[in-house]
């Protein structure tokens, strides 16, 4: 707990002038961001009398080490600013609005020639309308199915369309009329286009005209006794108004307006939101936050419209924004939202009449939000809570494991070694902090190692050894070791941090980033590791640790066969009872560095299974790689091609058409292909390509895999 006057700053250094500031803990993250209309006044409240602040205000200046600030010309940039650096720090003490689940919109990608009607979630793209968000996506489907037989536009993915326009037959949808069928030309992509904007025209609140149009084509059909074309007309209208059912009219006038409601208590609040386009509720959406501070009502209001709106422009900002409470000072905030507009939009409380109304609605709709989160956080706050000290407990430790970092090691019978490192804190998993590495050779050595064997052991040692040699490099850097003292190194004073071990792979270390308030790689250690194994496994971490001189970190390890609990040094394991919390989220996390490090595994194995013979000619790079094949159809044909034919390849001199042709002479060629029925050698058949492949990202975003070859990979 850090003393708030030991880097208070004086009051002469603070200018009398809007800014934003930012406090820091011990190792440079950003903790808090904050906006002032004058930081001299600002930053004074924070440094008064413990006593006198508010108990969540007393942790952020305590667990802060600094603070620094940066002067803006007005308070609109302060806003900006503030909200971009919220953004690109994510500070633990700010009020952080976070969506219980990815709210799911009815999209229409107008950006593609044969525009698509799709369900879509995540970030907004351009060139695509978006109508909602809604609260379920079967909602949307719904929706979808009866405008479909109005305005029969594509829904198909890009591969079934691709596959319908090469066999000349639509998909089912074409068949029964819920689709036009450009794929196999029955209507030109110009017409196709028009179906999709009277789709979004229709979404978006203009539906007399497709109404009153129906309504007089059915007429006149039955007029000339059609009366099939009259039947059908009929039943598109009712589908249309059955649609249009589903959002009722709220507020005259066809309003375009957004409400925001908050309901809170002294630890939490949560803020509803609901969408009306054309006066008909279009979208509802919800976010709970903890009070990390003590904020009033019309701070959260202003920090729900910055969550909101900080990066939606044109139309996605309405008219009129209905609030609560307004923010202080309310100039700023409009104008702010004026400019993500484009046009004036007015920031105000209702008073009397339907907005009114539908305020207190929404108002009900966040209270009985905030009531159902805590009803399901106090259970998930107490089963964690209870974890955690059922592991301190079982291993004997000073405290609960509030970061836990655990290790699992995977190949394919010695192959493709890799190794993955996942992090919970608090019981979460924290996705951003994962890390993959490349198994190099015994750690420490300068001679690497490939594939000698299923050295489990030997990985785990090396992996821990790289990940805790970053850690003591970034204290080195930082100045955490006191002057003169050396930095312990494979258990020898003076010793070199080697910084080619990188856990990133694709490529070296580089440069550590600088005081920049962004999360380092392996900058903050954990107070329990947890690695894949049993004895063996844990006795190679500890020493690795040992070898380091850290003996402030808890070591276990968990094996498969019986989940027991393996300590370093320990003769027999500790058993936690199989309905233990504690053996459950060691478990949980056990099991997803095994499916990280798995699916890492079999993605290098698949980019080395695609690998082609020009992978192996130097200077020769993917986009000319592409168009030497684009340009002969295959390597075979490129194989028997003369140096000059090579050179009429655009991109391709002499020189590189030489080492071409000297590589693939010395690559051997692929096996004949065989047909599997005749046993005949099919001598005409021409190497396929190589696949692209993609670099690796240093943290991938992936799914569950299920482990279903435990017998072969590990």
């Not at 044109?314 to 008219?319: M, R, S």
Request: one cysteine or more.
């Amino acid at each position: 707990m850090a003393d708030p006057s030991s880097y208070r700053p004086k009051p002469g250094d603070v200018p009398d002038s809007p800014g934003v500031y930012r406090f820091r803990d011990e190792y440079r993250r950003v903790i808090y961001v904050g906006k002032a209309k004058s930081l001299r006044q600002r930053l004074a409240n924070y440094f008064q009398d413990l006593a006198n602040l508010h108990p969540r205000t007393r942790s952020m200046v305590t667990t802060a080490a600094s603070v620094e600030w940066t002067v803006v010309s007005t308070e609109v940039e302060a806003l900006q600013l503030e909200y971009s650096w919220i953004k690109e720090f994510d500070p633990r003490f700010n009020v952080k609005y976070r969506d219980d689940k990815s709210y799911p919109y009815l999209a229409v990608t107008m950006n593609e020639e044969f525009p698509r009607v799709q369900v879509m979630r995540g970030h907004k793209k351009k060139g695509v309308r978006y109508f909602g968000p809604y609260g379920h996506a079967w909602a949307i489907r719904d929706t979808v199915d009866l405008l479909l037989r109005v305005f029969p536009v594509r829904t198909c993915s890009a591969g079934v369309f691709k596959n319908a326009a090469r066999t000349g037959r639509p998909c089912l949808l074409g068949y029964i009329g819920k689709c036009s069928a450009p794929c196999v030309g029955r209507v030109s992509a110009e017409e196709h286009r028009e179906l999709a904007e009277d789709f979004c025209d229709f979404m978006a609140g203009r539906t007399g005209t497709y109404l009153r149009r129906l309504e007089k084509q059915m007429t006149e059909a039955a007029e000339e006794m059609e009366y099939e074309r009259a039947a059908r007309l009929r039943d598109d209208i009712e589908a249309l108004r059955k649609a249009m059912e589903k959002n009722a009219v709220v507020l005259a006038d066809a309003t375009d307006a957004d409400l925001i409601a908050v309901a809170e208590d002294e630890l939490e609040a949560a803020v509803q939101i609901f969408h009306v386009r054309g006066g008909r509720v279009r979208g509802q959406r919800g976010w709970v936050t903890d009070k990390v501070e003590d904020v009033t009502t019309a701070a959260l209001v202003e920090h729900a419209l910055q969550q909101l709106y900080g990066e939606e422009s044109g139309d996605a900002v309405p008219k009129e924004v209905l609030v609560p409470a307004l923010p202080d000072p309310v100039e700023p905030v409009q104008e702010w939202l004026a400019e993500r507009r484009g046009s004036n939009v007015s920031l105000r409380i209702p008073q009397r009449g339907d907005k009114k109304a539908l305020m207190e609605t929404v108002q009900r709709n966040a209270q009985q939000g905030l009531v159902l989160h805590k009803t399901k956080r106090a259970s998930d706050l107490t089963t964690r809570s209870r974890a955690l000290e059922e592991i301190a407990e079982a291993l004997d430790l000073d405290s609960a494991p509030l970061r836990i970092e655990c290790y699992d090691i995977s190949h394919l019978q010695g192959d493709d070694v890799v190794a993955s490192m996942v992090v919970f804190e608090d019981g979460l998993q924290r996705k951003s902090e994962y890390r993959r590495f490349q198994i190099k050779g015994r750690a420490g050595d300068t001679q690497l190692w490939h594939g000698e064997g299923q050295d489990d052991v030997r990985s785990m040692h090396e992996v821990i050894t790289r990940r805790f040699r970053r850690y003591l490099a970034e204290k080195e850097r930082t100045g955490e070791w006191a002057d003169g003292e050396d930095v312990p190194v494979n258990g020898s004073p003076g010793g070199s941090l080697d910084g080619s071990l990188d856990g990133a792979p694709g490529g070296p270390v580089g440069a550590l980033t600088e005081d920049d308030g962004r999360p380092k790689r392996f900058a903050y250690p954990p107070q329990l590791v947890v690695v894949d194994g049993g004895q063996p496994q844990v006795a190679a971490a500890q020493r690795a640790l040992d070898e380091l001189g850290i003996d402030d970190i808890a070591v276990c390890g968990l094996a498969k066969r019986l989940e027991e609990v393996w300590l370093p040094g320990d003769d027999d394991p500790v058993v936690l009872p199989r309905s233990s919390e504690g053996l459950y989220l060691l478990q949980r996390v056990r099991d997803e560095a095994h499916r990280f490090a798995i699916t890492y595994q079999r993605t290098r194995r698949a980019k080395r299974f695609r690998a082609g013979p020009l992978d192996d000619v130097p200077g020769l790079g993917e986009t000319r790689k592409q168009a030497l094949i684009k340009h002969f159809g295959s390597v075979k044909r490129l194989r028997s091609a003369t140096i000059d034919q090579i050179c009429g390849v655009p991109g391709i001199g002499r020189k590189t058409a030489e080492t071409i042709a000297a590589a693939l002479a010395q690559a051997a060629p692929a096996a004949p292909a065989v047909n599997t029925a005749t046993g005949e050698i099919m001598e005409d058949v021409e190497e396929a390509p190589p696949a692209t492949t993609v670099d690796d990202a240093e943290t991938p975003v992936s799914t569950g895999v299920p482990d279903d070859r435990r017998g072969q990979e590990t």
